[in-house]
């Protein structure tokens, strides 16, 4: 029987990043709140970058876990992320003879795996040495058998889950109220990093052919990519739409955003699931994201949100006035209705439930 789990986490919020790894989290709460296991997180809170600070940082959580993982008893150690949070997870399992989980979350084998030939050789070997693997898209599943030679029988697709106690239709006008937000804007808004792979620059590239005066763009997210934010600074100089950046806020705080919003707008270059535009589905606010990895499997074009290829400026500022346009109204709301149908098949609940599941089947 699984009663106790460590948890390894690169990233997970904290103070002064409240919401770095904030999906982490999510699972955890939802093993609390569902479950009777217990899940103890070992993590690095530190979103900042350098060197020596990535070697400071990744030595402390590699310290951490090991001394967690013979101090206490624990029935299965979980890492999020093949490498190097993985590899910190192998050798805990060396050590206590625990099974290791690894959740992999697209970044990890997508990019990082492939910055050297070196790289993907330890990501392959800690992936095989798993006792099981977690992908959390199809997309992923299938590079980690075809790319990676994971055995296919321990590879188990198990998305991100959606917390339906936060994320949850509400009043456009109360959370207004609540943000300080004006009613008389119509809100396009966006979550998450500002990073190249986000594709910002076309949603901002495409406010150009918004057709409505009344619109107002909110970027939502950290300027993680110091030179890509000048960049995208420049390009709201050239802009006459009114464009708004703002710092991140805390997690139950993005649930009020995304009801304040008119449309919400995912445009990522690459994306290995895309929990923010399900969150945003969730809210039952009308969504635009890029055909792009997992995100496919829920943003169904005009049946459960609105699809764009990636790059596509020109298709972004399309839906906008499609969405915007009143005589598409019914549509809209069909769509968007639908969305809530898709979100409440992708709830933490339900996800928290298959993950336990893999503990039983390797413990």
Same mark, same amino acid.
């Given at each position: 029987m699984v009663q106790r789990v460590l948890v390894i986490s690169n990233m997970y919020p904290g103070k002064e990043n409240v919401s770095f790894g904030s999906f982490i989290r999510v699972h955890v709460d939802a093993f609390k709140r569902y479950t009777d296991v217990e899940q103890f997180?070992?993590?690095?809170?530190?979103?900042?970058?350098?060197?020596?600070?990535?070697?400071?940082?990744?030595?402390?959580?590699?310290?951490?876990?090991?001394?967690?993982?013979?101090?206490?008893?624990?029935?299965?150690?979980?890492?999020?992320?093949?490498?190097?949070?993985?590899?910190?997870?192998?050798?805990?399992?060396w050590i206590t003879r625990k099974p290791l989980v690894i959740t992999v979350h697209g970044g990890d084998i997508n990019n990082l795996a492939k910055k050297n030939r070196l790289l993907f050789k330890v990501t392959a070997f800690v992936l095989r040495r798993a006792a099981a693997v977690i992908a959390v898209s199809t997309d992923i599943r299938n590079k980690l058998v075809t790319e990676f030679n994971v055995d296919e029988n321990r590879v188990h697709i198990i998305n991100m889950g959606v917390n339906r106690e936060i994320f949850r239709p509400m009043g456009k006008s109360e959370t207004r109220q609540k943000l300080g937000l004006n009613n008389d804007k119509r809100i396009i808004l966006f979550v998450g990093n500002i990073i190249p792979r986000k594709g910002v620059l076309y949603l901002l590239e495409a406010m150009r052919n918004v057709d409505a005066a009344d619109v107002q763009c909110i970027v939502l997210g950290a300027p993680v990519d110091t030179g890509y934010m000048n960049r995208l600074t420049e390009i709201t100089g050239s802009l006459d739409a009114d464009v708004r950046f703002m710092e991140p806020v805390p997690y139950e705080e993005v649930a009020l955003w995304m009801n304040a919003a008119d449309i919400f707008v995912l445009p990522s270059l690459e994306e290995p699931f895309g929990l923010v535009a399900l969150e945003a589905l969730a809210c039952?606010? +009308?969504?635009?994201?890029?055909?792009?990895?997992?995100?496919?499997?829920?943003?169904? @074009?005009?049946?459960?949100?609105?699809? &764009?290829? +990636?790059?596509?400026?020109?298709?972004?500022?399309?839906?906008?006035?499609?969405?915007? @346009?009143?005589?598409?109204?019914?549509? &809209?709301?069909?769509?968007r209705e639908r969305g809530l149908g898709v979100a409440d098949s992708f709830s933490t609940e339900k996800q928290v439930r298959r993950i336990l599941e893999v503990y039983r089947k390797v413990s």
């Open positions: 997180v070992v993590a690095n809170t530190d979103q900042r970058k350098g060197k020596v600070r990535l070697i400071c940082k990744y030595t402390s959580l590699l310290i951490r876990s090991i001394w967690s993982s013979i101090s206490k008893r624990f029935d299965v150690i979980h890492a999020h992320y093949a490498f190097p949070t993985g590899f910190i997870g192998l050798m805990c399992h039952g606010t +009308p969504t635009i994201a890029t055909s792009v990895g997992g995100l496919r499997e829920f943003v169904r @074009d005009s049946e459960t949100g609105y699809s &764009v290829p +990636p790059r596509d400026s020109a298709a972004i500022a399309e839906k906008i006035n499609h969405i915007l @346009d009143p005589d598409n109204r019914e549509e &809209v709301e069909v769509v």
